[in-house]
């Protein structure tokens, strides 16, 4: 294999993972911890006028306490719009939401208004990409924070006020009383995506959702904010949906992966098998582009063509006009059956119509 | 904050220099000479002429003329109306041709009309426009919200003497039913009332604009990733309307409003004549008529010094709606 990840750095994290997956070869759907978030057959609609945007499909998978599960796609598959569903953040005037999601037992698919924002940030919490752009720019930063504090906790402001202080200092940001008074912009990137993380914590929710936590963030500050969530996991924990297009953040902190392509799941499983041995042409496509530190980083290849457009999707399985092994399965369904999402060998699904994915796929790697 | 705040106010005091240089050359340097056209074509003699360039003092050289007048701002002057020298403290503005009045005094006594309708006018605007704004923008893309968008757009470029006039018609004379302008002498309550009218049809005309502004801004801090934040933290969506979205969509309404209130406040030509209200702006139209400089250019005058102070104003505000302005 060209692309095989990173390992871990930290051996902690290794032992999780290696605990809720007792033996490599017969993983079932490794359990570890209560479900606290269940989808099932989400889809996400949006209007336009050139028609439907069918920005999530058909899309099943579960959050477990204290495991942390990434969901990784290029941009545009649909990763911010199936998780900013499962707070309820669309528009329903302005989106169509089928299917189920389940947040702690309560359905969030057609929930009313009050129910919804008694589970954000106190069952689920979200931390968007962009600290800056995602932090209120006339606010104090304390202030941001002990707002969702007090949203859900009947204390006083100043009980709220100290609370925030704690989670700055929690998140690891020097001097957090004179910090917890200053303005985002008094912040370098990676405080302010910690006193994110602060706010998102802020009232212990079950589930934490990263959306592309360090995109913005140079690189030394990106494996600082990854450990702080790790550790702050292990602390709590919480469940955690790390959404990501960098593969080599996924090997070194998640415990399960979810493959998202043109708003669809095209593979699931234990991240660590997954990107040790990728089952979906997509999944290994994108491995294959990942700048490695490995010394074939020179032959880097990037995915042939652009995703599709989510108003016109191509016939069949969506990826095949860019499936570099589509001619290999016999009878040549991939441009007109779309391939249901199965379960090709223990604890791994795919959908895909290849009966034998990993040998394909193999040879891939050689030609 | 305090040296921002030095720093812009020094840069209004400069841009303030530049506008009394400016009106100054406008009125006394151009081509054509003021007291010639004061003195009208018919009961012109030599004499009036020479009295009246005396009494302008154009009959001294630029240079003399634009220090004697810098001068009569700063610290004051002796001006020479029909002949006789006459006191005139600072800032000096100089004298009514017509009446004889300072121009400073003239102008201080019709100020509070202009004023006080400025005011409540801006007091309808805001509150209808903004309301109207904020709903539109929420409901973007509903009927309602093209209807908003349409009326405003619509009502907004009927030309305002049209509405002004129709509604001074209905209002106080087919169906009086809101009272006319009566001067501040005659009582305040009959004096603030008598605003109400000429205050709504103004409030309304300026609403058309607010509308779209609020509403424009509204729709963009709707969708910033702040709001979504906001909403994120399970705060109730009023808070996460008035008080995420709002305050930040303010921030551009207030430099519209800044430019609007010195307009305001300078005059409003065509409401105050229509209604009768004795305001600036009226006065201004009457000086016109009746040639007289010295309130001609004391109107124009309180005008720019109003964009400046506005200017300043609105700057000033920024820093407090704004932190990173503040602490920039
Ligand atoms: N409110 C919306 N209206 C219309 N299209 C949307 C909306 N939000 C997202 N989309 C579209 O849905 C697709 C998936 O977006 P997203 O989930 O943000 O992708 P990503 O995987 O990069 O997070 C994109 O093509 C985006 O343009
Ligand atoms: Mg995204």
């Known amino acids: ?367 | 904050m305090l040296i921002y705040i030095a720093r812009r106010a020094l840069m209004a005091v400069s841009v303030l220099l530049v506008v009394l240089v400016a009106t100054f050359l406008l009125f006394f340097a151009g081509p054509s000479d003021p007291a010639q056209a004061m003195c009208g074509e018919l009961r012109c003699t030599p004499q009036r002429l020479e009295d009246i360039r005396r009494s302008l003092g154009t009959d001294r050289p630029v240079a003399e003329q634009f220090t004697e007048y810098f001068k009569g701002l700063a610290v004051g002057r002796e001006i020479y109306v029909s002949g006789a020298p006459r006191t005139c403290s600072a800032p000096c503005l100089g004298f009514s041709f017509r009446t004889g009045i300072e121009v400073k005094e003239a102008l201080a006594t019709r100020f509070p009309n202009t004023a006080m309708l400025a005011l409540m006018t801006m007091a309808i605007f805001l509150t209808v426009g903004i309301s109207t704004g904020v709903l539109a923008a929420r409901r973007r893309g509903t009927a309602l919200d093209r209807g908003v968008v349409g009326f405003s757009q619509v009502f907004g470029s009927i030309p305002s003497y049209i509405l002004g006039l129709l509604f001074a018609l209905y209002t106080t004379v087919l169906y009086p039913i809101l009272p006319r302008y009566a001067n501040r002498s005659d009582g305040l309550g009959p004096w603030f009332v008598g605003l109400i009218a000429p205050a709504i049809i103004l409030g309304l005309i300026y609403a058309t604009g607010y509308v779209r502004y609020a509403r424009a801004s509204m729709v963009d801090t709707l969708n910033q990733d702040y709001v979504r934040t906001a909403r994120s933290k399970g705060i109730s969506e009023q808070k996460v309307v008035y008080r995420h979205a709002l305050r930040a969509a303010l921030s551009p309404v207030v430099t519209i409003l800044g430019l609007d209130m010195a307009g305001l406040l300078s005059g409003t030509l065509v409401t105050e004549h229509i209604f009768g209200v004795d305001g600036i702006g009226k006065f201004a139209i009457e000086s016109l008529r009746n040639d007289d400089l010295p309130i001609i250019m004391g109107t124009v005058l309180i005008g720019c010094v109003l964009v400046v102070v506005m200017n300043l104003i609105v700057d000033i505000a920024y820093s407090f709606l704004d932190p990173r302005v503040r602490l920039s």
């Open chain 1, 1 to 367: 294999m060209s692309a095989q990840p990173v390992p871990p750095q930290d051996s902690a994290a290794h032992d999780v993972a290696a605990a809720s997956a007792p033996e490599r070869n017969v993983v079932t759907e490794a359990p570890a911890g209560e479900v606290v978030l269940k989808i099932t057959d989400l889809c996400v609609r949006f209007p336009s006028d050139e028609g439907p945007v069918n920005a999530v499909q058909d899309l099943t998978y579960e959050a477990r306490l204290g495991r942390t599960l990434a969901i990784v796609g290029e941009s545009g598959s649909g990763k911010s719009v199936s998780s900013m569903a499962v707070l309820g953040l669309h528009n329903p005037k302005r989106s169509t939401i089928t299917g189920s999601i389940l947040l702690d037992g309560n359905e969030i698919v057609g929930a009313d208004e009050s129910l919804l924002r008694r589970l954000r940030s106190n069952t689920a919490a979200m931390i968007f990409q962009d600290p800056l752009s995602a932090l209120h720019p006339f606010y104090k930063v304390g202030s941001q924070i002990a707002e969702a504090y007090l949203a859900h906790n009947s204390v006083s402001k100043d009980i709220a006020a100290k609370r925030a202080v704690e989670m700055l200092e929690l998140v690891g940001i020097p001097n957090p009383a004179r910090r917890a008074k200053q303005y985002p912009h008094e912040f370098s990137g990676g405080m302010r995506q910690r006193a994110m993380i602060a706010l998102g914590l802020v009232n212990n929710p079950k589930l934490l959702i990263a959306d592309e936590p360090t995109t913005a963030l140079d690189v030394t500050v990106q494996a600082q904010i990854l450990d702080l969530v790790k550790d702050l996991q292990r602390e709590f924990g919480s469940a955690v949906i790390l959404i990501t297009h960098d593969l080599g953040v996924v090997a070194e902190v998640s415990d399960d992966i979810l493959v998202m392509y043109a708003g669809r799941a095209v593979e699931r499983g234990l991240a660590k098998e997954v990107l040790a041995r990728p089952q979906h042409p997509y999944t290994h496509a994108l491995l294959q582009s990942l700048p490695s530190a490995s010394e074939d980083s020179d032959q880097l290849q990037t995915i042939k063509g652009s995703p599709p457009s989510l108003v016109h999707l191509p016939s069949g399985c969506s990826f095949h006009p860019r499936c570099m092994v589509k001619d290999r399965v016999p009878g040549d369904p991939c441009a007109t059956l779309l391939p249901e999402l199965r379960v090709s060998s223990p604890g791994r699904q795919i959908r895909c119509h290849l009966t034998n994915p990993e040998s394909v796929l193999d040879q891939e790697v050689v030609s």
